[in-house]
Nanobody, 122 residues
Framework: QMQVSESGGGLVQAGGSLRLSCTAS????????MGWIRQIPGKKREGISC????????LYADSVKGRFSISRDNANNTLLLQMDSLEPEDTAMYYC???????????????WGQGTEVTVSS
């Protein structure tokens, strides 16, 4: 069973940057597609970015395209999300998730972390 854990959230002013990290253990990391999903209280979860096991293919939601960048370090079982030009609308709980499913099926991913909170002040 894979365990994933996020870190790096916090409070930042609009226009600022944060880098989220996700570490994984328990299974072979480079067998898994990895994704970042966020949830604003009272709203549905939004898949914002995803990366294939090799890192060769990435996907971004339109809401973050051009501002966020996903990457992975398979040698260190780590997934990253660089978030630049943050907006108050980016305020949410951010989750890391993993599965062998394709990125388009992120809502069915089996392994989820507890989340890290991001707050962007205006």
């Amino acid at each position: 069973q894979m365990q994933v854990s996020e870190s790096g959230g916090g409070l930042v002013q609009a226009g600022g940057s944060l880098r989220l990290s996700c570490t994984a253990s328990g299974l072979r990391f480079d067998d898994y597609t990895m994704g970042w999903i966020r949830q604003i209280p009272g709203k549905k979860r939004e898949g914002i970015s995803c990366i294939t096991w090799s890192g060769e293919s990435t996907l971004y939601a339109d809401s973050v395209k051009g501002r966020f960048s996903i990457s992975r370090d398979n040698a260190n079982n780590t997934l990253l999300l660089q978030m630049d030009s943050l907006e108050p609308e980016d305020t949410a709980m951010y989750y890391c998730a993993a599965d062998r499913l394709p990125c388009t099926m992120w809502s069915y991913f089996a392994y989820w972390g507890q989340g890290t909170e991001v707050t962007v002040s205006s």
